[in-house]
């Protein structure tokens, strides 16, 4: 095949693709140039040049929103949640002293959830303060549009909004894309992510346990119906690849070399603190886990927290894997009763799920009995690294609380959603002075 061939190959396929693209998508949502066949060849091939080549020939997105086109859409019925986030650049404490330049979205991490309902337009706006030392950008998994030019860089002094339809349910991570995809690695594992949970429009499932019971002498199924409605986590996974004064190291992250693995932004920050200790132990140096990694009292908001769970009540946890490590998702002491991906139930009755690199799942769960659960990434290098997180069941320890009496750390526990059973949360965030306070404000805290 000669050059000149190839070439009016390649400008047939471009034609044809702009002629279907024409045909199926309305006006509104492609900006693609049709071409007609007809057109000379050395027309049409400097058309392409012209063009800056096949780029310019993909539709601008599938469910992207013109941001004209948003109250519009807003006053025929579709809901809009405004999603605002800010660069902040910023040194955070990390497990066993120190602290690490950490890169983050609106002085946090992991950044703030958001939950949409199934159908909802979410209309982001990232803005990347004068005073910031490099562009940002913001790759949103729960849209469906072209990368170029959304998900570009931002300069500092500069913002960007772009709108979308959440039109599928699940758990969607979001995450910096650097400057142009630059630097990306550094960004999200500095801690540029966070989630974006879309509730399906016609709200979860009810939760099917399956059990057994004696009945006439013998051992039969019994089959048990727990409501949708459930308490929730969110639990997002990460590493941090550091060197010693605390700035990013490329090289071990190609080498896959953890310096720590964190769950929502810490290493083993849901763990019993002092004051737990000494309510379980009476003393606050006696600890029924062994790691007590954040527990000076000049630590404030970074304080470990383990998370209390209620027995006999439907929790659904929303796990999030950001980092490029496997999640081997395990709660020591208890089977998952149902993984579900989307909207679509993947296992049931599980002791294990692999999470995969920017992958989600929800996590279904009744504790049964009282007692301590940990959670881990089931992979020795993580558990020991960080990933360990202590669900507390029930009062296992006798100290005379009831259901719902204790308190959970504010960044395990979502927005509410559609299913949510609302449950009474503590101050508790990888987080500026000033984020602790917007949180403590926001949570009545
Ligand atoms: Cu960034």
């Not at 080498?255 to 606050?284: E, M």
């Not at 750390?409 to 559609?418: H, N, R």
């Not at 000033?434 to 009545?444: C, H, K, V, Y």
Request: hydrophobic share 40%.
């Amino acid at each position: 095949m000669n050059r000149r061939y190839s070439m009016l190959s390649i400008a047939a396929v471009v034609a044809v693709a702009g002629i279907l693209f024409a045909s199926t998508y309305s006006q509104t949502q492609m900006t693609a140039t049709r071409m007609s066949l007809a057109t000379q060849d050395s027309d049409l091939i400097q058309q392409i040049r012209d063009m800056g080549g096949l780029q310019l020939q993909m539709p601008s997105a599938f469910a992207q929103i013109p941001l004209d086109q948003v109250d519009t859409m807003a006053s025929q019925g579709r809901h809009v949640v405004d999603v605002k986030l800010t660069a902040q650049s910023v040194d955070l404490p990390i497990m066993g002293g120190g602290k690490y330049h950490a890169m983050t979205f609106s002085g946090q991490v992991p950044a703030p959830t958001v939950r949409v309902t199934q159908g909802d337009i979410i209309r982001m706006t990232l803005t990347v303060p004068s005073t910031e030392p490099t562009p940002h950008g913001n790759d949103m998994h729960a849209s469906q549009m072209s990368a170029v030019p959304n998900f570009g860089a931002v300069k500092p002094g500069e913002s960007k909004t772009f709108a979308y339809i959440a039109e599928v349910p699940g758990t969607f991570k979001y995450h910096c894309s650097g400057v142009n995809v630059a630097a990306m690695d550094q960004h999200v594992l500095s801690g540029m992510y966070g989630l974006t949970i879309v509730d399906p429009l016609n709200g979860y499932n009810p939760l099917l346990v399956e059990k057994t019971k004696v009945e006439n002498g013998q051992v039969a199924l019994d089959k048990q119906r727990v409501s949708a409605d459930a308490k929730e986590f969110v639990l997002e996974y990460n590493q941090l690849y550091l060197t010693a004064d605390g700035s990013y190291d490329q090289t071990a992250m190609f080498l896959h070399n953890t310096t720590q693995t964190v769950v929502n932004g810490f290493a083993f920050g849901y763990v019993p603190n002092a004051d737990i200790n000494k309510l379980v132990k009476g003393d606050p140096n006696q600890n029924i886990f062994v790691a007590q990694p954040w527990n000076s009292a000049d630590l404030k908001q970074y304080q470990s927290h383990p998370l209390f769970v209620d027995t006999g009540v439907h929790y659904r946890i929303f796990v999030e894997n950001q980092g490029n490590m496997p999640l081997f998702f395990h709660i020591v002491g208890e089977i998952i009763d149902r993984v579900t991906q989307g909207n679509r139930v993947q296992a049931q009755g599980t002791e294990t799920w692999l999470v995969g690199g920017s992958q989600g799942a929800i996590m279904d769960i009744v504790f049964d009995n009282p007692g301590a659960y940990v959670a881990v990434n089931h992979d020795y290098a993580a558990i020991f690294t960080g990933a360990a997180t202590v669900f507390v069941a029930g009062d296992p320890f006798k100290l005379g609380y009831g259901p719902g009496d204790m308190p959970n750390p504010s960044d395990a526990v979502p927005p509410l959603g559609l299913n949510s059973i609302p449950q009474k949360e503590v101050v508790h965030c990888l987080c500026t002075d000033d984020r602790a306070a917007e949180i403590a404000n926001e949570i009545g805290g």
